[in-house]
C-alpha cells in the first residue's frame, strides 16, 4: 500500500470530468421566488408535459397504493412488462423498463459505448444522445438536419463509421416536432449495417398527430432494433419516470444485466398499469393537442411567425432572439424554452397547454413582440 | 461504411456480457401463486423493509400529490437537499440525491472506475458492491470477516493495493446486522490514502440499535469519505427509491456529473420532504426492532440456534441447511432470505416485522426443527 497526497479529484476519470452538466430549465416554484409572481398565476409550457394532468386512472392508483411504498418494487416490473407485451404483441423478455426511458439510453452505453465507440445522431435532437455517449467516454458525431428541420435520416445513415455502435432516431423529434415518414425510416434501416443498434426514441408516439411509421415491425424482424417509449408525455406520468425499451430478446437480455435491481420504483409501476388502459385519456389528449396546434399556427400566421410544423404536442416559433423572448415571458409568468442549447437561437419551443394557457401565451407574445 | 454480418449481441462490452443478475428474492405475490397461499396470510421477512410501513407523513404527502405526477421532478431535488443539509448541519452542495442510495454507487463507478482499478469491500458484505464494480469494469477484492461476522476494517485497510480506488464500508453491515466501533473505524480512515474513496454505506444508521460511530465529521474534515444513506429504511420508503450521499463538496460537484437529469422521482422528493421530520415514526420504529432483537434472541436460546447478534432490524440465524429452511418456511408462507449468495450457506437473514410476525415465525421455525 503506497501512501500518497494526490487529492481524491484527481482521480476522477477524465472524459467524466470533461461533462458539462445538463440545465433542465426552471420549475414553476424557482420562477415564482426569482420574479415574485404567485406560483398559480404561472403557466408552465416548458418541458412537453402533459396539458391535460396525470391519467385520472393512474393517480387513483397512486392514492389507493401509497402505503404499500415501504415494500421494494418488483425487480424487474413484471406485471407491468406483461401488459406492456399484450398491447404490442411481443414477449415480457422483449422489454426492458426503465427509470424514464432515459435510463434506458444509459443501459445501452453500459453495452455498447467505450472510448474506442462512436455513435450517431442528429443536430437539434434530443441533448441526452449526446450526453449518454460522453458519459460513457464514446465518441458523438452529430449530422445536419434538411433545411425543414426534419431528421435527415440518409445522410445518418451516411455518417456512420467503421466505429459506430448506436445510431439515435428520435421520432417524432425533440425539440423540432418533426417526423420521418414510413418510406424513409424503412430504407434507412434496410441500409445500416446488423452490428449497428438502432435506438428508435418514439417518446411522442402515441400522441402523434400524424401516423407513425410502423416501426414496431422492426422489433420483430431485425437484430438490431431497439424502440424506446415512455409514460411521461401520453399518460402524463412525468414525475414517476417510467419508461421502456422494446427489442429482440437477445439484445434485452444484455442491457437487463447493466440495470440495478430495483430501478423502477413501485408507485411507478402500479400507476403505469393501470394508465395504460386509460386510452380514454389519450384520446381526449390528442384532440387537445390538434385543437391547440390549429390554434397555435393560426395566431403564428396573424403575427407573421414562422413556426415549424409539428406532429406532436409542442412546437418551434422563430421569433427573432430566442433567449431574450423567453427570457421576457418568463417575467410575465410563462415558462418556455429558449433554444440556444440546440443550436437554435431563433426559436423558442412551446409546449401545447389547455386553451386557455395557449391563449394567454398568445396574447403574452403578441405584446411583447408589439 | 463498411457492410457487416456481425450480429449486434456480439458487439456488447465483454465485462457487461460476463455479469450475472442479481436475484432480488421472491415478492409477495409470486410466493402467493407458486404455492397457493393466500397473500394476506403470507409474512415477508426478507428484504430488510420497515416493519411499520410508510411513514404517516410520508402516505399523505403522497396521496396530496399525485394529481402533480404529469411535471418532471426538480431536476437536483433541491428542497429536499435543502432540508437533508440542515439535519446534519452541511450545505446542499455536499448532498446528491440518488433513485436509491445504489444509484450513488453507481456515480461512484461512473467517476472512479475503470479497468485499471480496483475496489475494497467485505466478504458476506452488501453484494451491490462487486455488481457496481463489475459494472465499470473494475477488480473486486473481497477481504474475509472476523469470526465474528464483523467487518475485519484493518485487513480491509492492508488490501487496498496501488490501483484501489474505492473502499466499500458498510456499517451496519448487511446481511450481517454487525457495527465497526467508533475507534476502528477511525483508525482506519487515518490510515487509508487520500486517493482511495472511503464509501461509508450507513443504510440503517437512523435505526442503529447502538451509538454509530461519528462518521459525519469524516465528510467535515477528510476529502475523499462519502456517506451513503436512504429513505428505504428508516422512513419506509423502499418502493420509492430514494437516496443520497454527503460528502466534500468538489466530490459531490463530480459525482453529479454522472447523474442523469431527472434520476429521482417526483413523488419521492415530496414524501421524503415529508417523512424526514417524521421523528416519532422513526423512534417507534427503533423501539419495535429492540423488542423483536430481544424475543428473537430469547428464542433461538430457546431453540437451541446460534445467532449474530445485531445492530439493526435483521438478524442472522444459524440454521444449518439455510437454503431449505428458508424453502419451508416459504411453503408455510413465511419469506427469509437464504444467504447461500453470500457465502453463509448455514444461515437465513429474518428481518424484524411487528410482534405477531415475529411470533408466526419462531413458531413455524421450531416446528420445521422439532
Redesign the interface.
Given at each position: 500500500?503506497?501512501?500518497?497526497?494526490?487529492?481524491?479529484?484527481?482521480?476522477?476519470?477524465t472524459h467524466?470530468?470533461q461533462?458539462?452538466?445538463?440545465d433542465?430549465g426552471k420549475?414553476?416554484?424557482a420562477v415564482a421566488e426569482y420574479y415574485g409572481i404567485d406560483a398559480n398565476d404561472i403557466i408552465?409550457l416548458a418541458?412537453n408535459?402533459?396539458a391535460?394532468?396525470?391519467s385520472p386512472a393512474?393517480?387513483k392508483a397512486?392514492?389507493n397504493n401509497?402505503?404499500?411504498?415501504?415494500?421494494?418494487?418488483?425487480?424487474s416490473a413484471h406485471k407491468l412488462r406483461i401488459k406492456i407485451a399484450k398491447k404490442f404483441d411481443v414477449l415480457p423478455d422483449q422489454i426492458i423498463m426503465g427509470?424514464?426511458s432515459?435510463?434506458i439510453l444509459?443501459f445501452i452505453g453500459?453495452?455498447?459505448?467505450?472510448s474506442e465507440t462512436s455513435t450517431v445522431s442528429s443536430e437539434h435532437s434530443f441533448a441526452?444522445y449526446k450526453m449518454i455517449t460522453e458519459?460513457y467516454d464514446a465518441r458523438s458525431i452529430q449530422v445536419p438536419m434538411t433545411k425543414d428541420l426534419v431528421l435527415d435520416i440518409y445522410k445518418m445513415?451516411?455518417a456512420?463509421?467503421?466505429d459506430t455502435?448506436v445510431i439515435f432516431i428520435c421520432n417524432p423529434n425533440n425539440p423540432t416536432g418533426t417526423m420521418i415518414k414510413n418510406k424513409d425510416l424503412e430504407s434507412a434501416i434496410e441500409k445500416i449495417?446488423?452490428?449497428?443498434?438502432v435506438v428508435i426514441d418514439e417518446a411522442y408516439a402515441e400522441i402523434a398527430l400524424e401516423t407513425m411509421p410502423e416501426s414496431m415491425r422492426y422489433v420483430a424482424e431485425k437484430?438490431?432494433v431497439i424502440i424506446c417509449r415512455t409514460f411521461?408525455k401520453a399518460y402524463?406520468?412525468?414525475?414517476?419516470?417510467l419508461g421502456y425499451g422494446m427489442g429482440p430478446v437477445?439484445?434485452i437480455q444484455?442491457l437487463?444485466?447493466?440495470r440495478?435491481?430495483?430501478?423502477v420504483?413501485?408507485?411507478?409501476q402500479i400507476?403505469g398499469t393501470a394508465a395504460i388502459d386509460d386510452d380514454e385519456f389519450v384520446d381526449q389528449s390528442k384532440r387537445v393537442y390538434r385543437d391547440a396546434k390549429l390554434y397555435m399556427e393560426e395566431l403564428c400566421n396573424d403575427l407573421n411567425l414562422n413556426y415549424i410544423p409539428t406532429t406532436t404536442n409542442f412546437m418551434l416559433i422563430k421569433v427573432g432572439n430566442g433567449a431574450e423572448v423567453a427570457e421576457q415571458l418568463l417575467k410575465k409568468g410563462i415558462i418556455v424554452r429558449s433554444m440556444n442549447g440546440y443550436d437554435l437561437p431563433e426559436y423558442i419551443r412551446v409546449t401545447f397547454g389547455m386553451p386557455k394557457e395557449n391563449q394567454k401565451f398568445i396574447k403574452t407574445l403578441r405584446e411583447l413582440l408589439k
Open positions: 500500500m503506497k501512501l500518497s497526497i494526490v487529492n481524491i479529484t484527481e482521480k476522477i476519470n467524466i470530468d461533462i458539462s452538466p445538463y433542465p420549475p414553476i416554484e408552465k418541458s408535459e402533459s391535460l394532468g396525470v393512474a393517480v397512486i392514492r401509497a402505503e404499500l411504498c415501504f415494500r421494494y418494487p418488483e425487480g427509470n424514464g432515459n435510463e444509459t453500459h453495452c455498447f459505448m467505450n441526452v458519459l445513415v451516411d456512420i463509421e467503421s455502435s449495417p446488423e452490428d449497428v443498434l437484430t438490431n411521461s402524463g406520468l412525468a414525475g414517476l419516470r437477445n439484445l444484455a437487463q444485466k447493466a440495478q435491481p430495483f430501478n420504483n413501485l408507485i411507478a400507476a
